[in-house]
């Protein structure tokens, strides 16, 4: 890990407050049971619904021929999040959709960025199948509406001087980084979860830089809540 993450061994670590710079905790695991073939049970039903499928408990309970072991972990992990008042959401995902406005800035999930609320408030997120998030370190990112270019790209976009902040954040822009020379993005990796911070009033520590990975032939299978 780096000065940006760090690794636990329980549960109860994950919730611990993020503090002295650290924006990502890791619960490393290594899960029993075939997840990608309950991914690809449920991907043509994800290529009906436009590319991701929204997976319940009771869609689960449904699945015949698929590795139980599987579906318990998901069952668990999902209540385990719920019981802490989240709503978790399980995701079969073939591939998500583009950003293809031609804008100077893409705000898909594709693009490095960070979450933001007006709360307090992190993400817990889980791969089980299929390539798995990237993320960046701060030092490794640049945000890219600070690239003078796309800068003057996105004024001249906006058409005056006034409330340029406010069309900034209202179009998610200013949520987006590039990477810098030379940096190489980490993995999340399967069957860890990880609990990233977000940009909201008052955090303590940066917000987790981080990105859904290209898309390849095989379905995706992921918790985020």
């Known amino acids: 890990m780096t000065s940006r993450r760090s690794a636990v061994d329980s549960f109860d670590a994950l919730l611990e407050p993020f503090t002295a710079g650290v924006n990502a ?3 490393s695991r290594t899960l029993d049971g075939d997840f990608d073939a309950l991914a690809a049970v449920l ?3 994800a290529d009906d619904e436009g590319g991701l499928l929204v997976v319940d408990d009771e869609m689960l ?3 015949r021929g698929v590795d139980t072991r599987a579906v318990e972990v998901l069952l668990e992990d999902r209540a385990r999040l719920a019981a802490l008042g989240r709503e978790p959401q399980l995701n079969v995902i073939t591939h998500y959709r583009r950003d ?3 804008l100077p800035v893409s705000v898909d999930v594709h693009s490095f960025h960070v979450d933001r609320a007006p709360v307090e408030a992190d993400t817990f997120l889980c791969t089980y199948a299929g390539a798995s998030s990237e993320g960046l370190d ?4 640049m945000r890219i509406i600070d690239d003078p270019a796309i800068r003057a790209a996105l004024r001249e976009l906006h058409g005056r001087d006034e409330d340029f902040a406010d069309f900034l954040a209202e179009g998610s822009f200013d949520l987006h980084f590039s990477k810098r020379s030379g940096a190489t993005p980490f993995t999340f990796g399967v069957g860890h979860l990880w609990r990233l911070a977000v940009a ?4 303590p520590v940066t917000p987790c830089i981080h990105r859904a990975p290209d898309a390849d032939a095989r379905p995706r299978l992921m918790l985020i809540s």
Do not use: F, M
């Open 138 to 141: 701060d030092e490794d990112a």
């Open 43 to 45: 991907a043509p039903r």
């Open 61 to 63: 309970g449904a699945l």
């Open 200 to 203: 909201w009033p008052g955090s």
């Open 100 to 102: 293809t406005r031609g």
């Open 25 to 27: 905790k890791c619960l």
